[in-house]
T-cell receptor
Framework: GENVEQHPSTLSVQEGDSAVIKCTYSDSASNYFPWYKQELGKGPQLIIDIRSNVGEKKDQRIAVTLNKTAKHFSLHITETQPEDSAVYFCAALVRSSNTGKLIFGQGTTLQVKP | DAGVIQSPRHEVTEMGQEVTLRCKPISGHNSLFWYRQTMMRGLELLIYFNNNVPIDDSGMPEDRFSAKMPNASFSTLKIQPSEPRDSAVYFC???????????FGPGTRLTVT
């Protein structure tokens, strides 16, 4: 079945350093890959996404890269700040007719130390 | 926009009782998703609807779980009878295909004692 693997499960960095989270997916037909940030007591919030027709997308301190051949994608956060501390989830879209569902990775708990 | 609205935010009930969780999707969104989140199993998709029709309910754990979407602005997830292992945070999300961004509600924390 469809599967998304996410690594690492926990990540601790010093403020100002970069953080990288990696995901692999199994469905070669997937063409949409979002990233979500979940703060304590809240629902996941979409922070950035990438579609299969591009290899990289950047939004200020956040960037995502996609390698469709290898079926993996990554989230890069530069100049990390304490408020970046949260759980991050990657996901891959599995399409069905004119709609689709997201398969989520297991999550990465990011801690940014001041 | 008010975003996805879920109620109640917290629910504590005793084993064997019926539990009903409610969701109002973002106005205009025609896909609605119910998820369950636990430490052990992470974020699991239970069921999703498109245009009020259930498309995939393969994630519904047992017959004790049922979901309905009587109209475009309301959905319920019901557990009857509830069991302690149903304790989790339940999220509702909505989207507007072919734009696949899903927007999550704040969740309902369910505790079954």
């Amino acid at each position: 079945g469809e599967n998304v693997e996410q690594h690492p499960s926990t990540l601790s960095v010093q403020e100002g350093d970069s953080a990288v989270i990696k995901c692999t997916y199994s469905d070669s037909a997937s063409n949409y890959f979002p990233w979500y940030k979940q703060e304590l007591g809240k629902g996941p919030q979409l922070i950035i996404d990438i579609r299969s027709n591009v290899g990289e997308k950047k939004d200020q301190r956040i960037a995502v890269t996609l390698n469709k051949t290898a079926k993996h994608f990554s989230l890069h956060i530069t100049e990390t700040q304490p408020e970046d501390s949260a759980v991050y989830f990657c996901a891959a879209l599995v399409r069905s007719s004119n709609t689709g569902k997201l398969i989520f990775g297991q999550g990465t708990t990011l801690q940014v130390k001041p | 926009d008010a975003g996805v609205i879920q109620s109640p935010r917290h629910e504590v009930t005793e084993m064997g009782q019926e539990v009903t969780l409610r969701c109002k999707p973002i106005s205009g969104h025609n896909s609605l998703f119910w998820y369950r989140q636990t430490m052990m199993r992470g974020l699991e998709l239970l069921i999703y609807f498109n245009n009020n029709v259930p498309i995939d309910d393969s994630g519904m754990p047992e017959d004790r779980f049922s979901a309905k979407m009587p109209n475009a602005s309301f959905s319920t997830l019901k557990i009857q009878p509830s069991e302690p292992r149903d304790s989790a945070v339940y999220f509702c999300a909505s989207s507007l295909p072919p734009i696949y961004e899903q927007y999550f509600g704040p969740g309902t924390r369910l505790t079954v004692t």
